[in-house]
């Protein structure tokens, strides 16, 4: 599976610019290859082996995935209280770009007739 564009040319700038959070981007592009690029759902790992896979520090990765679930770009599940945690890997502009198509249908050409042809 190819990575998304919007990842590089949008999250990136976005989470290490203007969030000043290098490592969440780091973690998002980590968790998106586990999940996403091998087709799967979600990717169960503990927060020491996400900062060991990742050359990040423990507390960066939990830093970072807080800041990751606040932004609706991953949510984490846990089948119990001492189980690993299971992450999910969101994209939402690609849910806005389909939402966007059906509450605003494309321009018309120009000289369209606004309600159709009239009798």
């Not at 998002?28 to 799967?40: I, M």
Request: include cysteine; charged fraction near 25%.
């Amino acid at each position: 599976m190819q990575l998304d564009p919007h990842i590089i040319d949008t999250l990136m700038r976005d989470l290490v610019s203007h969030d000043r959070a290098p490592s969440a981007f780091l973690l998002y592009l980590f968790l998106w290859r586990q999940t996403r690029g091998e087709g799967r759902d979600a990717f169960g790992a503990s927060l020491a082996e996400l900062a060991s896979d990742t050359g990040l520090s423990k507390s960066s990765v939990q830093n970072s995935l807080r800041r990751l679930k606040r932004r609706g770009l991953v949510s984490a599940r846990r089948q119990g209280p001492t189980s690993a945690c299971f992450y999910h890997v969101h994209e939402p502009w690609r849910a806005r770009g389909k939402m966007s198509e059906r509450c605003f249908p494309p321009p018309r050409k120009r000289g369209e007739e606004i309600f159709g042809a009239l009798p």
